[in-house]
């Protein structure tokens, strides 16, 4: 049967102390037997509202003690967790409800306009379930807390597998999110593989009891990342299934000062990012601020996803000598590529992994490559792997694929490896945009741009940016006589796309940088941008 979270929930649940917090949020704080109790009652709810196992379950919320729980229900229920990207507009929305055939959604409050306005057209989804801080909730909706509160509290009596499934909704290479489906019995064997790393980890489900009954200390990871992405999920994921703690902070956006307040004052013993995006503005707080927090009680920054420059980690090893800064290379279809991990006593190379022991480098024509040939290659995983994409046979035989009879991962990461056997990261498809935590794949903005009237031709890349990581930034050829303006283009996107994908500056060029076989001429279009004199925007 393998492994099930939900058989796991029900297993460790109890045998934590009553006053053990699983959630805390900013002064809330939701213990352990609250949590088995509420998240049973949940459940039950669902599955008396039409919910079936398999079924498909919207996660519409920001970071909160809300998402971990609904998690917790969704397993005991046999339900599918999908993720929502609260940051995209409402049709990038409408997409993933429609695609993922989501039967319920649970969304917080401050999207509650998007859902009546959405409704109408959803008509695969029976159950909508609003977290409200005032009990109040779009008509045809649930209140959250009420499903939450009424019932016994008892587990369900379900017969689980190992094959039940989470969903990871991914920005896709094109601007169509893909959901990449992880079974749990897949997904507990790469936490385990991680924890075998560091030490002993159970191999059974009697272990892993005896293990979380015998701790003197529960995990506490603070995921200063959104829940709705793969680094923070899988993180505060791993530590709800070993019986810690997940904190969370209620303010909307990145606030340092918040989230290193809520180390020091919860013990946090782990921290979740995304980058330099995340780690900048986190090291110029303890800069301002050195004798602010006391934050003894971290040991590990971990970050996952994009690039996190060995300058910020060294600066923010001066704050937290005790600690660990782990780079962990990783993507929503595989988890344990390769790993790097800077401490005080030495450094790293940004960009510089340490190959996991189930990959392999193969060049395009699925040849491995040699160690220190300096050719780039794909990074293959083998293993613990996704069962492929959610309705995309054809993309799941492209990234999900055998060679050599064996099924790799191949979600199109280039890197090139070294004669020690390491890493050097290129990035996925050479020209995906990381700004601020968030991955913008050219080929979409573009799209939207060439649908203005204005604008004959586009290319859209990623300009180093202090402040965003990258900054998204478009070359744009106009038509004849048109002359568009900056402002009112970027405007436009807006009204297409979400916010974060709209590009930061646009330039304008006569010239398509296109080679004669149509092919974008992207380093032709940065090495434009980078001529340019400096302008605010």
């Not at 593989?193 to 009954?213: E, H, I, S």
């Not at 003894?296 to 920054?301: D, E, G, H, P």
């Not at 330039?507 to 080679?515: D, K, S, Y």
């Amino acid at each position: 049967m393998g492994w099930n979270f939900g058989d796991l929930l029900d297993l460790i649940g109890p045998t934590l102390p009553d006053d053990a917090p699983a959630f805390i949020h900013g002064d809330r704080v939701i213990t352990w037997p609250q949590t088995i109790a509420r998240s049973n009652n949940l459940a039950a709810a669902l599955i008396k509202n039409g919910a079936q196992p398999g079924d498909k379950v919207a996660f519409y919320m920001r970071n909160g003690p809300e998402y971990m729980e609904t998690m917790a229900a969704c397993f005991k229920a046999r339900l599918t967790h999908v993720n929502i990207n609260y940051r995209y507009n409402a049709q990038e929305v409408y997409y993933i409800f429609d695609n993922a055939d989501a039967q319920t959604i649970v969304y917080s409050s401050d999207f509650r306009d998007i859902i009546a306005e959405l409704k109408p057209r959803l008509g695969k989804a029976a159950t909508y379930v609003e977290v409200t801080p005032d009990g109040q909730v779009l008509d045809g909706s649930f209140s959250y807390e009420a499903l939450c509160a009424d019932g016994d509290g008892q587990a369900l009596t379900l017969k689980r597998e190992g094959t039940d499934q989470l969903f990871v909704y991914t920005g896709g290479t094109t601007g169509m999110p893909k959901g990449v489906m992880w079974s749990h019995n897949t997904l507990r064997e790469t936490q385990l593989d991680a924890m075998r790393k560091l030490g002993a980890a159970p191999d059974t489900m009697a272990q892993t009891k005896l293990m979380v009954a015998n701790l003197e200390a529960w995990p506490r990871i603070l995921p200063a990342c959104p829940l709705m992405h793969g680094t923070g999920l899988f993180t505060a994921l791993g530590t709800m299934m070993n019986g810690g703690c997940v904190v969370t902070t209620p303010s909307m956006g990145l606030h340092p000062e918040e989230l290193w307040q809520a180390i020091a004052d919860r013990n946090v013993l782990s921290m979740a990012i995304v980058g330099d995006a995340f780690a900048k503005p986190l090291l110029k707080e303890l800069d301002d601020n050195p004798d602010k927090y006391d934050l003894s009680s971290l040991m590990t920054i971990v970050s996952s996803g994009v690039m996190w420059s060995t300058e910020v980690k060294r600066g923010l090893l001066k704050h937290l000598p005790q600690a660990t800064m782990t780079d962990a290379f990783g993507s929503s279809e595989g988890l344990g590529f390769g790993s790097s991990q800077m401490t005080a006593e030495g450094e790293i190379a940004t960009a510089r992994f340490a190959i996991g022991d189930k990959c392999k480098v193969f060049d395009e024509n699925n040849v491995e490559v040699e160690a220190g040939s300096g050719t780039p290659g794909f990074i293959a995983l083998t293993g613990n792997i996704p069962d492929g994409y959610y309705k995309d046979p054809k993309k799941s035989a492209e990234t999900f694929r055998e060679v050599d009879g064996i099924r790799y991962s191949i979600p199109g990461d280039w890197c090139t490896v070294e004669r020690d056997g390491t890493l050097t990261l290129l990035g996925r498809g050479s020209v995906c945009i990381n700004t601020a935590g968030e991955k913008v794949y050219p080929e979409e903005v573009e799209e939207a741009l060439k649908t203005h009237a204005d604008v004959d031709d586009a290319l859209v890349i990623g300009i180093e940016d202090d402040k965003w990581g990258q900054a998204v930034t478009a070359v744009v050829r106009p038509t004849s006589d048109a002359s568009p303006d900056e402002a009112e283009l970027r405007k436009f996107v807006r009204g297409i796309l979400a916010g974060y994908k709209a590009p930061k500056r646009i330039f304008f060029n006569e010239v398509a940088f296109r080679a004669p076989n149509g092919k974008a001429d992207y380093k032709g279009a940065k090495k434009f941008v980078e001529s340019q004199p400096a302008q605010t925007s």
